[in-house]
């Protein structure tokens, strides 16, 4: 019998806020993950997706003045770089890792991974982890599958295989996962307990929803909308004593205008004292050393089972 | 017949089809033109939360992210959703499908036992067409919620036949708005007549919040925070107030039961509270209520 098997991913019911536990004493844990991905399709990266003012601006001026702003605030934030923009931006990629920011995985050219069969994202996982690994110098702990902003759902892609990919070769954590809003376990095959940790996502604090999106010309532009999900976010989940996360797009929050609100939410969030800024890298490894799978995942006997003229 | 008199005809054949489609759907609706609520009662708030998780992006067949997405709603929403009514003595009514009670029954039984309604939501959130297999999965559905709750729903929000539902002794369906009050629906002679409580779909958090929602494209996204849609329940509300009517707000745990939008509940129920008369009762407590003061003529 299936445990819940193709419903859910992991225990049935949270941790509570009163278990949450962050380093030295601090309350709220706080993330800022960067999508070093130019817009494209679900095959990936192609040639004519560098060759817009959006993709130069995202790998140059829009980065450069994003990183303005975490300097200033001293946020050290992870990168999410497929393998091909590593290669090709090699000196500026090293630099941010240089700057203490973190660079993780976001595929080989972030392409849609559950279109491929097991043996080529098998590969294709391999070339990302050497290709970061040799640019770097460190092997990239964390994989992501961010959404793109043309995809039919806003969750980002993942196949049948990628979770067991991913644990099998070696990454601690799988970045953008929904079901929760904590790091939380993503079992892959229930009888062995075969599971990697994943760090909470959601699109509503993601710039790419809310700049322009879809596209540039006809999409909308409500970055107030954006902020006053974050702000509203943050302090909720302050007040609870779990975690934030953002995502943001160089070549979308890049922008002056657009800048100027992410300073004012970084004012905000440092009016809050017992924020633990961290990286996605040492936010999983707080979390592998305090609530290990060994002793937090449950996976109690289900009564889930199968009945004739009803979806399996 | 010359070419005119044959349009002139073809025109009242139309008409007649038109006026005889027409007046079929108004003979099975009718409506109250005003609620007599318990004494010292203006208006009756429903909050209702639609307990699907990941049920309805499964029977889709929706990639993995979006399962995960819904389920969100099981392991952490609904809980944040009872805590919040517990917190304010709210007794809400949750619409949960057969299957649902299987992924998350620790979850279903405490809404039970903090006095919820727990209502029917289909089995998997379907409604089969074969009439015989309709039949066994309102009752396997039914059978799924009173083993957990020991409690026989009497409620639905579903696509189920009126018939079947009376047949199996259900009370009320609150599914559709084709009024703003509680109204009967019944077949065109007025016969088989079960209580509506009527939903609006600019009341229902999925329609703000949920990417993707009802297949919609990605130009049509409705990426909005909660203090815009605070302001439109709000008004929604102080209007029905203002009238003696009635307020059904449709959440969903996976999406209301995120962080930023308990928070939003939380301050527009403290605002509702504020306001003398105002009525928080189950779905069932409603539908008991209409069908006792206003029957079906």
Sequence with gaps: MPWKDRYTISDERTLLDSDVRWPDGKRCCFRIVVDLAPPSGPAGIAPQDLATPDAYFGLHGGLDALLGVLDRYEVKATFAVPAVIAEIHADRVRGLAAAGHEIAAHGFKHEDVSLLSREEERTRLARTTASLTKITGRRPTGWFSLARPSDKFAGGAVGAHTIDLLIEAGYEYFGNGLADDLPHYWVCDFASRRAILTLPYYYHFDDQFFLLFPRKGTGLENPDALFRNCRAELDAQYKRGRQFSLVLHPHAIGWPNRLILLERFLDHARGLPELWYATSAQCAEHWLATFPARTQLKLEPSIWRDHPGSLS | ?297
């Excluded at chain 2, 079947?164 to 088989?192: K, R």
């Design chain 2, 1 to 297: 017949m010359d070419s005119s008199s044959e349009f002139t005809h073809e025109l009242d054949r139309d008409l007649a089809a038109l006026e005889a489609k027409a007046a079929d759907y108004a003979a099975r609706h009718h409506r109250l033109a005003t609620i007599a609520w318990p004494a010292g009662v203006r208006i009756a708030v429903n909050f209702t939360a639609d307990f699907d998780a990941m049920l309805l992006r499964r029977v889709l067949n929706e990639p993995p992210q979006q399962l995960a997405k819904g389920e969100f709603g099981g392991r952490v929403g609904i809980w944040r959703l009872i805590e919040l009514f517990d917190s304010h003595a709210i007794k809400a009514t949750i619409f949960t499908p057969g299957r649902i009670c299987e992924l998350y029954p620790q979850a279903v039984k405490a809404a039970a036992k903090s006095g919820h309604e727990i209502a029917d939501h289909m089995w998997e959130h379907q409604v089969p067409k074969d009439p015989v297999l309709e039949r066994d999965h309102l009752r396997k559905a039914k059978d799924a919620i009173e083993t957990l709750t020991g409690r026989r729903p009497v409620g639905t929000r579903s696509w189920h036949t009126r018939e079947l539902l009376i047949e199996e002794g259900f009370v009320y369906n609150s599914h559709d708005s084709a009024d703003a009050l509680p109204h009967y629906v019944s077949g065109a002679d007025g016969s088989g007549a079960l209580i509506n409580l009527p939903f609006h779909y600019a009341i229902d958090d999925a329609m703000f919040f949920s990417f993707a929602w009802l297949n919609s494209d990605n130009q049509a996204q409705r990426m909005m925070d909660p203090d815009h849609v605070e302001e439109i329940w709000w008004a929604a509300f102080q209007q029905q107030y203002a009238q003696g009517g009635y307020l059904n707000i449709c959440m969903h745990p996976f999406v209301s039961g995120r962080a930023l939008r308990i928070a939003m509940l939380d301050r527009l129920i403290t605002r509702m509270k504020a306001l003398p008369g105002v009525w928080f009762p189950t779905c069932e407590q409603v539908a008991r209520h209409v069908v006792a003061a206003h029957p079906a003529s």
